[in-house]
């Protein structure tokens, strides 16, 4: 993980985050504040951020996290959240029903913690000394409109094909509309490998994709060299994405390290498309 945030540093990625995971034994999961904590080191000044998936959380928790992450970061804060789902709610003792009330509530103390309010009779320690953008992730019409009417911007999950991308982000322009609301930002989520040229890289995924990764549609990740990557991610500008998130969806080390490298080409297209 440090290898690669350096390599994303290097490429001259335009963000950092890391995820949120629990009760994942035997697999290692490396828990996002501590571990963001380390790769801010290799990141410089550019936004980093981690998600929290709200109710399996204490927000007087998150609040001093991210806190203390903001003041750490030499560059801008963002915190992703979502209200998460699967056995790992349980685990970490969230509610089996209404999370999407309890995420609306913790959110809400976290923000008023970040800027110093007292809550009753609760305040945290440091604060950030600019304001940190909230990004709400989720897929379904509920979330959507949280996202809406809450967020300051919005993440959709990386297993929508392109067209259920499209159709998704116009559902969160219109929610914004819906609540008189300038959309924020728009931000998709994607599974990718670049390699060399198109026969590179599925090389290295086309066994991962075979293999029923993560039970993703293939069509939902991006797979090519350089400028078939580059043309993809135009498509996202095109239906007003604002940023995409890439994950890499081999293991092997040393493809990941030569993926992220090619993103600097990837880049350099995509500004030029």
Not at 27 to 34: I, K, L, R
Not at 159 to 184: F, I, M, N, S
Not at 210 to 234: E, H, K, N, Q, S
């Amino acid at each position: 993980m440090v290898a690669r945030a350096a390599a994303a540093a290097a490429a001259g990625l335009d963000s950092l985050f890391v995820g949120d995971h629990h009760a994942t034994g035997p697999m290692p999961y490396y828990q996002n504040s501590a571990i963001l904590g380390r790769l801010l080191a290799e990141w410089g000044d550019r936004p980093a951020g981690a998600l929290y998936l709200l109710p399996a959380w204490n927000p007087v928790l998150v609040a001093e996290q991210v806190g203390t992450l903001a003041a750490v970061a030499t560059g801008r804060f963002i915190l992703q959240c979502a209200v998460g789902g699967g056995d790992q709610m349980a685990a970490m003792g969230a509610p089996p029903r209404g999370r999407g009330a309890v995420f609306e509530g913790h959110l809400a103390m976290i923000r008023r913690l970040l800027v110093g309010e007292d809550v009753d009779g609760v305040r945290v320690a440091p604060t950030p000394t600019e304001p940190v953008e909230v990004w709400i992730g989720g897929h379904a019409p509920a979330a959507i409109d949280r996202a809406a009417r809450l967020g300051d911007g919005w993440i959709v999950a990386p297993w929508a094909t392109d067209d259920q991308a499209g159709e998704l982000a116009a559902a969160y322009v219109k929610a914004c509309e819906t609540h008189d609301r300038a959309p924020g930002e728009l931000v998709i989520r994607r599974d990718i490998h670049v390699g060399a040229d198109p026969e590179d890289a599925f090389r290295v995924a086309r066994p991962v994709l075979d293999g029923g990764y993560r039970g993703m549609d293939p069509a939902a990740t991006v797979v090519g060299g350089p400028y078939d990557v580059a043309r993809r991610f135009t498509r996202y500008a095109a239906m007003g994405y604002d940023h995409v998130l890439v994950r890499h969806l081999a293991d092997e080390q040393s493809e990941v390290l030569a993926s992220f490298a090619r993103l600097a080409e990837v880049r350099e297209m995509v500004a030029g498309l």
